[in-house]
């Protein structure tokens, strides 16, 4: 998964595989890592419980 964020606030991603037609990125995005993504949209990432 790719990750972007808007200068003004905005968030989206996008699949590493976008297939034969590719995606274009909209001006104003940049792409961001994983945990900053995250961390501007507000996603709490909870770790797999552990299996017993």
Same mark, same amino acid.
């Given at each position: 998964?790719?990750? *972007? !964020? @808007?200068s003004?606030?905005g968030?989206?991603?996008? +699949? =590493?595989?976008?297939? +034969? *037609?590719?995606?274009?990125? +909209?001006?104003?995005?940049? $792409? %961001? /890592?994983e945990? $900053?993504?995250? =961390?501007?949209?507000? /996603?709490? %990432? !909870?770790? @797999? +419980?552990? $299996? %017993?």
């Open positions: 998964m790719r990750y *972007f !964020l @808007h003004n606030g968030w989206m991603t996008v +699949p =590493e595989d976008t297939g +034969p *037609f590719g995606i274009t990125i +909209p001006e104003g995005y940049r $792409e %961001v /890592t945990k $900053e993504y995250n =961390e501007a949209s507000g /996603t709490i %990432v !909870l770790p @797999h +419980p552990e $299996e %017993v």
